[in-house]
């Protein structure tokens, strides 16, 4: 069963930086490679909300508005994994990290919708404090 693993969660202060990796563990099925990943993150009484997207190929990524100039993510499809470089972070980052695989395979775009992706790792705490 393919399963999506995050870790490099933390605590780090104002203007610190965290780098997020999003594994896959794949006995059978899936192709990694073959599908966009999105990172979204959920803080306490907020709903998921999209941070950063990359495509199959890396060639395309997205960004939200409150993290376009300060993360940035990448991928490395020959060891099925994705990052998200996390810099001068800020207090309101704080929240729990999910990655997440699109259902589609080979999409140019990046979805932006949590109903787009269908396969969700557990998720990464990451706390910025003031």
């Known amino acids: 069963q393919v399963q999506l693993v995050e870790s490099g969660g933390g605590l780090v202060q104002a203007g610190g930086s965290l780098r997020l990796s999003c594994a896959t563990s794949?006995?059978?099925?899936?192709?990694?490679?073959?599908?966009?990943i999105g990172w979204f993150r959920q803080a306490p009484g907020k709903e998921r909300e999209f941070v950063a997207g990359?495509?199959?190929?890396?060639?395309?990524?997205y960004y939200a508005d409150s993290v376009k100039g300060r993360f940035f993510i990448s991928r490395d499809n020959a060891k099925n994994t994705v990052y998200l470089q996390m810099s001068s972070l800020k207090p309101e980052d704080t929240a729990v990290y999910y990655c997440?695989?699109?259902?589609?395979?080979?999409?140019?775009?990046?979805?932006?919708?949590?109903?787009?992706?269908?396969?969700w790792g557990q998720g990464t705490q990451v706390t910025v404090s003031s």
């Open positions: 990359i495509n199959w190929n890396g060639r395309n990524t």
């Open positions: 997440a695989a699109d259902h589609a395979a080979f999409r140019v775009l990046v979805p932006t919708t949590p109903g787009a992706y269908n396969l």
């Open positions: 794949a006995t059978s099925g899936r192709t990694f490679s073959n599908y966009a």
